[in-house]
């Protein structure tokens, strides 16, 4: 029974840690692909320039927020609040 | 392994896995965290001192759950710890605060209000359903210790 309490409680920190480490802070995996845009705030001051939405996106806190838009395209948008002003 | 301890087991391991995903992904972009805590409606050393003890907090009932001694109490406070976090929301949602972002680390932060709250409600009958089961494991002990 002791083994089995330590198995699980080993496969939980294992499951906790290991997707959180996998999933946290990192591009797509396919930012690659992803088409590299200029970005711009509400004041339609330039932010970043020629980065792809994956990394414009680390720019903001999560939020349901707009928080950058692309220049050429108004549909392509990152939600959040801008991290750095 | 009887059913009663299969269900026990995984209250644990969700609870474990939550929290450590939780605290883990905070850690890891911490700067975003910090960012999402100044906006919260406290004070600024109150927020600066809850940005360290809530990953602290949550790695700490992690790792208390993964030990036999400690695991029924660490259920215990992860419910209450739960139940906190599902007030809190629950005055977000009635705009007793006004609009501000969630302080959630990783997938956890895509995650509207309302689905947080559905999330947060799905753990604390989580940790209700262990502290059940846990309580009649307790008392079908102690009558079979007095039966003996």
Same mark, same amino acid.
């Given at each position: 029974m002791k083994k089995i309490t330590l198995l699980f409680a080993f496969a939980a920190v294992l499951t906790g840690v290991g997707s959180a480490v996998a999933t946290?802070?990192? /591009?797509?995996?396919d930012a690659s692909a992803e088409p590299y845009r200029n970005w711009i705030n509400w004041n339609d001051e *330039? &932010? *970043? &320039?020629? &980065? /792809?939405k994956s990394i414009a996106e680390q720019h903001c806190a999560p939020s349901i927020e707009v928080c950058l838009r692309a220049q050429d395209n108004v549909y392509v948008y990152t939600t959040g609040y801008m991290l750095y002003k | 392994m009887k059913a009663r301890d299969m269900v026990l087991h995984a209250c644990y391991f969700l609870f474990i896995s939550m929290f450590l995903y939780a605290a883990v992904s905070k850690l890891m972009t911490f700067q975003v965290f910090v960012v999402q805590m100044q906006r919260q409606p406290f004070s600024d050393a109150y927020g600066q001192f809850l940005t360290w003890v809530i990953p602290l907090v949550e790695i700490l009932l992690a790792l208390m759950m993964t030990v036999n001694s400690f695991r029924k109490l660490a259920l215990y406070l992860s419910t209450s710890l739960m139940i906190c976090f599902t007030g809190y929301i629950i005055l977000v949602q009635l705009r007793f605060y006004g609009k501000i972002p969630c302080?959630?680390?990783? #997938?956890? #932060?895509?995650?509207s209000w309302t689905e947080h709250l559905l999330f947060n409600l799905l753990f604390i009958a989580i940790g209700f359903a262990g502290i059940y089961i846990e309580q009649r494991a307790e008392l079908l002990e102690k009558s079979f210790k007095l039966a003996k």
């Open positions: 946290t802070g990192k /591009p797509s995996a *330039l &932010v *970043l &320039v020629n &980065v /792809p | 302080s959630c680390g990783g #997938a956890i #932060a895509k995650l």
